[in-house]
């Protein structure tokens, strides 16, 4: 098994532990054609997030959106930068910033993406926080975890449907009432920008 291969395996297998974990979908919005499902997690105090929608562009256009990782900020909720730290066949590893409501502290991730292309030309994007891969910042408290993924799925007439799920641990402290606004609004605001950049194309 080469490098490429073992770390599909470990992704792979991380994100199979989030879905067998988060059971019990529950529909927590349904608007302009975004519907956010949320889930408990055992042993977490965060709920964890799937978003779906359906957009209508070209896969390919939808790639280079998520390939153009500075500009990506634009449409990923309260992203604040965005750069790669390193690639290799396959796999990227990308530091973020983002911005939170006052008192809280800003935070940052480091994240380690690996896309794989299915038999049906379904593209999927693993994704899990490093926290240690890089030194912590001074005035940022490092995301712990993230296990999610994405995945785009062409459909009929060159329409593609979009599924963005994910359960995290954000470090430090983080009130409830943020915590289940963000929940929300991460998934069904970054989609929403994210189907906008694309269809004004």
């Given at each position: 098994?080469?490098?490429?291969?073992?770390?599909?395996?470990?992704?792979?297998?991380?994100?199979?532990?989030?879905?067998?974990?988060?059971?019990?979908?529950?529909?927590?919005?349904?608007?302009?054609?975004?519907?956010?499902?949320?889930?408990?997690?055992?042993?977490?105090?965060y709920?964890?997030?799937?978003?779906?929608?359906?957009?209508?562009?070209?896969?390919?256009?939808?790639?280079?959106?998520?390939?153009?990782?500075?500009?990506?900020?634009?449409w990923?909720f309260?992203?604040q930068?965005?750069?790669?730290?390193?690639?290799?066949?396959?796999?990227?590893?990308?530091?973020?910033?983002?911005?939170?409501?006052?008192?809280?502290?800003a935070?940052?991730?480091?994240?380690?993406?690996?896309?794989?292309?299915?038999?049906?030309?379904?593209?999927?994007?693993?994704?899990?926080?490093?926290?240690?891969?890089?030194?912590?910042?001074?005035?940022?408290?490092?995301?712990?975890?993230?296990?999610?993924?994405?995945?785009?799925?062409?459909?009929?007439?060159?329409?593609?449907?979009?599924?963005?799920?994910?359960?995290?641990?954000?470090?430090?402290?983080?009130?409830?009432?943020?915590?289940?606004?963000?929940?929300?609004?991460?998934?069904?605001?970054?989609?929403?920008a994210?189907?906008?950049?694309?269809?004004?194309?």
């Amino acid at each position: 098994m080469n490098k490429l291969q073992l770390s599909l395996a470990l992704c792979g297998f991380s994100v199979l532990s989030v879905n067998a974990q988060a059971e019990n979908w529950q529909l927590a919005k349904d608007e302009a054609g975004i519907k956010v499902y949320l889930s408990d997690i055992p042993g977490s105090q965060y709920k964890a997030y799937r978003a779906v929608t359906t957009v209508n562009a070209d896969i390919k256009h939808l790639l280079a959106l998520q390939a153009d990782v500075k500009g990506s900020c634009k449409w990923i909720f309260e992203c604040q930068e965005q750069s790669v730290l390193k690639t290799d066949d396959g796999q990227s590893w990308l530091y973020a910033r983002f911005s939170a409501p006052w008192p809280v502290t800003a935070r940052d991730s480091v994240l380690h993406v690996t896309t794989s292309t299915a038999a049906d030309g379904t593209v999927t994007r693993l994704l899990q926080a490093l926290p240690d891969f890089v030194p912590k910042e001074q005035d940022f408290v490092r995301v712990s975890r993230v296990d999610g993924f994405w995945t785009l799925q062409p459909k009929p007439a060159g329409s593609v449907e979009v599924v963005y799920q994910a359960h995290m641990e954000p470090g430090g402290s983080v009130p409830s009432w943020l915590a289940n606004s963000f929940v929300i609004d991460a998934p069904f605001n970054t989609l929403q920008a994210f189907r906008q950049a694309a269809e004004k194309h």
